[in-house]
């Protein structure tokens, strides 16, 4: 009985470790000091990272244009940082069809690795945002890098940006909620 308890226990302890390590060291070998920072994500860090992309880089995978000419257009938007292979985005996007009811447009930068698999889940959810996507010297499209490129700590997390400045973020499923509350309260949702 206690070897069998004893070997219950392990089995736990290992898959909690193993869990809690894949959290940390991801698939492209960041590390734990840049994921840890992600505990922390609040709009002023979200604000260091959007300073320092190249807006004139990111272009619309659909429709052409960059991110920094939609950024001149748009004093208010929404972005959403998700891939297709993202559990939690995936639980969260049929909510956020609801932002199709926002006053500002919604924007979306994707990190996702595989053109199928995200063409597929993008015609079958029938997503209403558009993502940005790099383009490469020979004019290709080409998913951004959120480890070391962008620096995403958390997917999904949406970000209301206004005027350049990261006003708010919203992290995750419990983000949600959260999101369409201050939507609402900020007059940002249409009726």
Same mark, same amino acid.
């Given at each position: 009985?206690q070897?069998s ?6 089995v736990?302890?290992?898959c909690?470790?193993c869990?809690?390590a894949?959290m940390?060291?991801?698939?492209n070998?960041s590390n734990l ?7 922390r994500?609040? &709009?002023s860090?979200?604000?260091k ?7 004139d ?16 257009n748009?004093?208010t938007?929404i972005?959403?940082?998700?891939a ?6 995936k639980? @969260? ?13 919604? @924007? &979306?930068l994707?990190f ?7 063409r597929?889940y993008?015609?079958?959810? &029938? ?12 004019g ?5 890098i ?6 995403v700590?958390?997917i999904?997390?949406?970000? @209301?940006?206004?005027?350049?400045? @990261?006003?708010k973020i919203f ?11 201050y ?7 249409k009726n």
């Amino acid at each position: 009985m206690q070897k069998s308890l004893l070997k219950i226990v392990v089995v736990v302890f290992c898959c909690a470790f193993c869990f809690f390590a894949g959290m940390f060291v991801g698939p492209n070998g960041s590390n734990l000091k840049s994921k840890m920072k992600g505990w922390r994500y609040t &709009a002023s860090l979200a604000q260091k990272l959007y300073d320092q992309w190249d807006k004139d880089a990111l272009f619309f995978e659909s429709g052409g244009g960059t991110l920094s000419q939609f950024v001149q257009n748009n004093g208010t938007f929404i972005l959403y940082n998700w891939a297709s292979w993202c559990p939690h985005c995936k639980k @969260i996007n049929s909510d956020l069809q609801k932002l199709q009811n926002a006053a500002v447009p919604t @924007i &979306a930068l994707t990190f996702d690795t595989d053109w199928d698999s995200y063409r597929l889940y993008r015609e079958k959810n &029938a997503l209403f945002w558009r993502d940005l996507v790099h383009k490469t010297t020979t004019g290709e499209n080409q998913f951004v890098i959120r480890e070391n490129e962008f620096d995403v700590p958390l997917i999904p997390s949406v970000w @209301i940006v206004q005027d350049g400045k @990261i006003k708010k973020i919203f992290v995750g499923e419990s983000g949600v909620p959260k999101l369409f509350s201050y939507l609402e309260k900020s007059n940002l949702l249409k009726n």
